[in-house]
Antibody, heavy 118, light 109 residues
Framework: DVQLVESGGGLAQPGGSLRLSCAASGFTFSDHQMDWVRQAPGKGLEWVGRIRDKAMSYSTDYGASVKGRFTISRDDSKKSLYLQMNSLKTEDTAVYYC?????????WGQGTLVTVSS | QAVVTQEPSLTVSPGGTVTLTCDSS?????????PYWFQQKPGQVPRKLIY???NKHSWTPARFSGSLLGGKAALTLSGAQPEDEAEYYCFLSYSGVRIFGGGTKLTFL
């Protein structure tokens, strides 16, 4: 079975940093581009960013609200995806999901909660 | 960056038909935006129903269909069932950057 398991969420202070991880299993992780999507409490979905696979040079794209503050990386040997979040703001408070959305796939983790508060 | 707009809420009767739309602030939505549609029920992770404007996944009920309509992406539900009550999000691509719409809450009369 496909599994995506996020970890690393928790409480962070405004201006601080946090690193999220996503462990993948049950599919050929190295062949997949991977996305991070977040959802603030009671709000809609927001695309955070994406990292492509080795064939596409691990290129990345980011949403406007996180560009320059967040960095997505991956380690195919560990079947893991990462989200380094710097200069955190209170509005970054959300559940963060890792996902593989490129058709024909639709894989989502259960999410990890990040709370940014002083 | 672009803004993607959906109806905040819509209602439908059991067995009825409803169309949800997805508009882009940059102009007409085209197949080049590779529109996706996701369904999210309370307490659950999202699930993709439609990709690349019209394509369904194996798990997508036949009553859902995607299209382009009047310069917007559209999701049509024909023969609505009570289990279709959910939030629906469209998702557009802009030269690599991807943006979700604000979501449409679909409820039953």
């Amino acid at each position: 079975d496909v599994q995506l398991v996020e970890s690393g969420g928790g409480l962070a202070q405004p201006g601080g940093s946090l690193r999220l991880s996503c462990a993948a299993s049950g599919f050929t992780f190295s062949d997949h581009q991977m996305d991070w999507v977040r959802q603030a409490p009671g709000k809609g979905l927001e695309w955070v960013g994406r990292i492509r696979d080795k064939a596409m040079s691990y290129s990345t794209d980011y949403g406007a609200s996180v560009k320059g503050r967040f960095t997505i990386s991956r380690d195919d040997s560990k079947k893991s995806l990462y989200l380094q979040m710097n200069s955190l703001k209170t509005e970054d408070t959300a559940v963060y999901y890792c996902a593989s959305l490129r058709p024909p796939h639709d894989y989502w983790g259960q999410g990890t909660l990040v709370t940014v508060s002083s | 960056q672009a803004v993607v707009t959906q109806e905040p809420s819509l209602t439908v009767s059991p067995g009825g038909t409803v169309t949800l739309t997805c508009d882009s602030s940059t102009g007409a939505v085209t197949s080049g935006h590779y529109p996706y549609w996701f369904q999210q029920k309370p307490g659950q992770v999202p699930r993709k129903l439609i990709y690349d404007t019209t394509n369904k996944h194996s798990w997508t009920p036949a009553r859902f269909s995607g299209s382009l309509l009047g310069g917007k992406a559209a999701l049509t539900l024909s023969g609505a069932q009570p289990e279709d009550e959910a939030e629906y999000y469209c998702f557009l691509s802009y030269s690599g950057v991807r943006i979700f719409g604000g979501g449409t809450k679909l409820t039953f009369l």
